[in-house]
């Protein structure tokens, strides 16, 4: 008779790292995995909490992990979040998953959460839902009672197909008074409290593109004042990941949006990447039109009601 397999969960430690590296490496068939990057998914979340993150061992081999996460008060609901999850391919489907969500689902319960997400973590986060390629983890969900809710699609821009300046543009804009430049440590107080009064949930990612030098971040300044913005390398470090960015309705229309989107371009392919990766997208018309973009990936959204 063949031996049942026994796994075993336990928290995360900070010496099982490496061990959960490699099995990430193993599990995500479709995504590729650095030491940085998972550094930054754990460690560089700002609600990060070792309470909150599992592995699944079979004897000494850590063969399943699962993390979560929270934010609270995003329009008046809290929300949980499944922000990773891997199992050993040769493991899967003998509960190890369920398992460790359980144990999640009944804390953040206790923490009185009120609905559980899939994925899609503001602030920091790897991928916006689950790519349907992934068939388990949609098999997962349904079986847990999840439910689809929504669609995002990711863009890819092909970074040698132009050059990224307008120089006829910024001088159009220079005219109406309006400057665009690379932002400058002596204007992150200003930039933070123009996108506190529309984009609060950004200022974590605007925080992490400061910390590049030169700060991945560039802004767009009408008579003086910060009315636009945009950044890239602030999520999923290593990777060229473009955003966020926003402007003001007083400078709609008028082209902003385009020179900004270039301006990080340049500094993505400028750092020696092929493309860029336009992430959790919203106007896919814009950035086609404009750059050239193409749906590189789409990914399912699922939520779950608790209280």
């Not at 399943?64 to 949980?80: H, Q, S």
């Not at 919203?282 to 750059?291: R, V």
């Amino acid at each position: 008779m063949k031996k049942k397999r026994i796994h075993t969960l336990q928290q995360y430690h900070d010496k099982d790292f490496e061990a959960v590296l490699t099995l990430c490496q193993n599990a995500y068939g479709f995504d590729s995995f650095s030491r940085e990057l998972l550094h930054e998914k754990i460690y560089g979340d700002p609600f990060f909490d070792l309470n909150l993150i599992w592995i699944a061992l079979e004897e000494d081999e850590i063969v399943g992990f699962l993390m979560g996460t929270y934010r609270m008060d995003i329009r008046a609901v809290n929300y949980g979040y499944v922000k990773m999850m891997a199992v050993n391919p040769s493991c899967q489907r003998k509960g190890i998953a369920r398992s460790m969500y359980e144990l999640l689902e009944k804390e953040l319960r206790l923490r009185k959460l009120d609905v559980m997400r899939l994925g899609d973590v503001p602030m920091n986060y790897f991928m916006p839902g689950i790519d349907p390629r992934y068939t388990p983890a949609l098999c997962f969900a349904m079986r847990l009672g999840f439910n689809r809710f929504s669609d995002t699609a990711n863009l890819s821009v092909d970074l040698s197909a132009q050059e990224w300046m307008d120089e006829e543009k910024i001088k159009e804009l220079e005219a109406d008074n309006i400057e665009v430049l690379r932002a400058r440590e002596e204007d992150k107080k200003e930039l933070m409290d123009f996108v506190a009064e529309e984009w609060k949930l950004w200022q974590y990612e605007l925080e992490m593109a400061f910390e590049n030098e030169p700060p991945a971040i560039h802004i767009a300044k009408l008579n003086g004042k910060i009315k636009a913005f945009s950044a890239h390398s602030a999520n999923n470090k290593g990777m060229p990941w473009f955003g966020p960015m926003g402007t003001h309705p007083d400078l709609r229309g008028k082209g902003i949006g385009k020179i900004l989107l270039f301006a990080c371009l340049a500094d993505l392919k400028n750092l020696g990447f092929h493309q860029a990766i336009i992430p959790w997208v919203g106007p896919i018309d814009f950035y086609s039109h404009h750059a050239g973009a193409i749906v590189e990936r789409v990914f399912w959204r699922y939520e779950k009601k608790l209280n």
